[in-house]
């Protein structure tokens, strides 16, 4: 049996960063942030300053954070019969994460990440078979004592919905961290997956998007809370909030120097699930989730600086959460 089964996709992650000529850095006087944005002149050939590429995808960099803290982990997902597939592979088998499914016809997923002039980045997403993951693929392999959903879209999502139905009628917890696209459908488009869902996790624009309002994060939760057994709301350098209906946890980051932000969201809610698995106590989980995310920030890639158990449990020492009332 394993400990956990993640649910999500898997891509190659192509980072690139490209020395930025003053012409080409343009501010957009009229947001409240004076938004940078790059512009690259059609049919110029650019040189490449540096290039990284690792696996990712919210499927396989939750898995390999579960892995890492020591549960037995399996990933449950789509990959393509292309050369892609065997670098995805490699990572997850070095890292003892078991692969339930097989290679299908067709392209792995691949993002193109655009590395900012900060921390921030542009993703070029191509999401190949990540979106046709049915039912019978999961086959024999969902025993398990917990799912982790990410973001699926296509026949992948259906399954998603036939995977919580499943979780739910086996009483098997289960946690969901969608992404943007997935909460711009609304709760009500959602419903099978986050009505019972055991913890879902969300940062603030998507928790909007989910509910089609804006409000308080306070509010947010206890609205979405009714939904489920714990909700999650980060809000980027503004810290994470949890609300289980009897208290609210708040923590603060306390990183000043970002590397490269991709991965980061996942991280956290990886971290979040393990720690609510190992000790049920939602102050310990933001702490080790805070801890993950902190890990994922020091470097370019999802994966490459996510910590051990040990390591994981000694820094979350050091993180103070605030306990409050809603």
Known sequence: MFDIITVGSATIDIFVKVKKRDEEIKVDETSKDHHLDVAFHIGEKLLIDELYSYSGGGGTNSAVAFARLGFKTGWLGKLGNDHQRHGIEHELKREKVKILCKPANG???????????????TVLAYKGVNDQLEWKDAGKGLNTKCFYFSSLTGKSFKTLEKLALYA????????????????????????????????LVLNKEEAQELLKECMPIDQMMKKIQKEVGIVVITDGKNGA?????????????????????????????????AGIIKSRN?????????VEAESV??????????VRWSEAVKQAKKIKVEKYMI
């Open 107 to 121: 392209n792995s997923g691949l993002s193109v990440i655009l590395i900012g002039l900060k921390h921030d980045r």
């Open 241 to 273: 909030y949890a609300y289980d209906g009897e208290a609210a946890y708040y923590v603060k980051p306390k990183m000043k120097r970002i590397i490269e932000s991709t991965g980061a969201g996942d991280a956290f809610a990886s971290g979040f699930v």
């Open 282 to 290: 939602i102050e310990f989980a933001m702490k080790l989730a805070q």
């Open 168 to 199: 739910k009628k086996k009483g098997i917890m289960y946690a969901f961290n969608p992404s943007h696209y997935l909460a711009c459908m609304g709760l009500n488009r959602l419903k099978k997956i986050v009505v019972g869902c055991n913890i």
């Open 297 to 306: 920030l020091k470097a370019v890639g999802a994966k490459n600086f996510l």
